[in-house]
């Protein structure tokens, strides 16, 4: 019997991590869960809360002892591949350890970061995290204009820095490797097919079934109330500031 590959996904919000997940979750042995650690939840794969006996609720029951909540995650000898998410405001001190076991492969997945904080709020001001084809569109105009917020922005592209940084610390100290996903690249099944060949697999798909609707691309003054503001600062800000974008 082969063993099982672990790895985590590391993202942020507005990334494409739940399409990349569901995407991923269509090979053979693949057991993706989502953000295990989420403040508010338990983003385990569906068909797990029952198997682990852990509702989305138990968050309490998660954070009485995280450490031993991830030995169960990866000890699952029905997987072939089992693996979970890390969002920057989800590391903690029981996340180091995987992050620094050379067994535990890393997958990282960027984002254009004023995208991702664009489509975040976006998100909050419509309550639409997702469309699905299985589901009738909102009612309404859910794709307003949004107030981009300098401040938070600031304080976002901080966070996601900071996060990165350690990230790149940790795998540079410890001389181990990642693989790099695009959130255009996300779709492919040629690299959904790499991924697995990186995870150690043989599988192949010719295409991804998907029930999430990306909406059509539009330019950021269609999108943001404050365009010229948006401009402005993105005229100021130093290069040093940008590290997320690169």
Known sequence: MQSCQKFVLLASQRTGSQALNRHLNQYEGMVMHGEIFNAGFVGLRSDYHE????????????????????????????????????????????????????????????????????????????????????????????????????????????????????IKSVLFETGQPYFPIHYSDIADPLVGNAIIAYLGGSQRLDRFETDILKPPSRPFAERIENYWEFTAYFRAISTEALYAFG
């Open 51 to 166: 198997k682990l006996s852990l509702p989305r609720e138990g968050v309490e029951m998660r954070d009485a002892d995280p450490e031993q909540f991830i030995a169960r995650i990866f000890d699952d000898p029905a997987a072939r591949f089992v693996g979970f998410h890390i969002f920057p405001e989800q590391t903690r001190p029981a996340i180091l350890p995987v992050l620094e076991d050379e067994s535990v492969k890393k997958l990282w997945l960027v984002r254009n970061p004023v995208a991702s904080f664009v489509s975040l709020l976006e998100a909050e001001a419509s309550g639409v995290w997702a469309v699905h084809a299985s589901d009738p569109l909102p009612a309404g105009d859910y794709r307003k204009k949004v107030h981009f917020d300098i401040d938070r922005f600031n304080a976002y592209l901080h966070e996601l820095n900071l996060f990165r940084a350690k």
